[in-house]
């Protein structure tokens, strides 16, 4: 995988600022020139508490499919999220749709 996540790139995607400072904090000076998705990566943010699911829909396609086939769990924790918030909404609106 060869995508990368700075602070510019989190800042351009109008990420938090406790999330973009943390970010700072858990990357120190390669925040600023671009950090490398890798597995090793993902877990030094997970365990420094980012907001992954967030940050995962910014991935390009490409890392996503790359992320699913070799059954990152970042992935299946972002479905399950997406399926509580689905069950959730549909529950608050009794199915109907607000708009």
Same mark, same amino acid.
């Given at each position: 995988?060869?995508?990368?996540?700075?602070?510019?790139? &989190?800042?351009?995607?109008?990420?938090?600022?406790?999330?973009?400072?943390?970010?700072?904090?858990?990357?120190?000076?390669?925040?600023?020139?671009?950090?490398?998705?890798?597995?090793?990566?993902?877990?030094?943010?997970?365990?420094?508490?980012?907001? &992954?699911?967030?940050?995962?829909?910014?991935?390009?396609?490409?890392?996503?499919?790359?992320?699913?086939?070799?059954?990152?769990?970042?992935?299946?924790?972002?479905?399950?999220?997406?399926?509580?918030?689905?069950?959730?909404?549909?529950?608050?609106?009794?199915?109907?749709?607000?708009?």
């Amino acid at each position: 995988m060869s995508f990368s996540i700075s602070t510019s790139f &989190l800042e351009k995607h109008n990420a938090c600022s406790d999330n973009i400072e943390l970010f700072r904090q858990t990357f120190a000076d390669a925040a600023e020139t671009g950090v490398e998705v890798t597995k090793e990566n993902w877990k030094l943010a997970k365990d420094a508490g980012l907001y &992954l699911l967030w940050l995962f829909r910014l991935l390009p396609d490409v890392e996503r499919e790359e992320w699913q086939a070799i059954g990152h769990s970042a992935y299946s924790e972002y479905q399950k999220v997406l399926r509580v918030e689905a069950l959730a909404y549909h529950e608050a609106t009794k199915g109907n749709f607000i708009g």
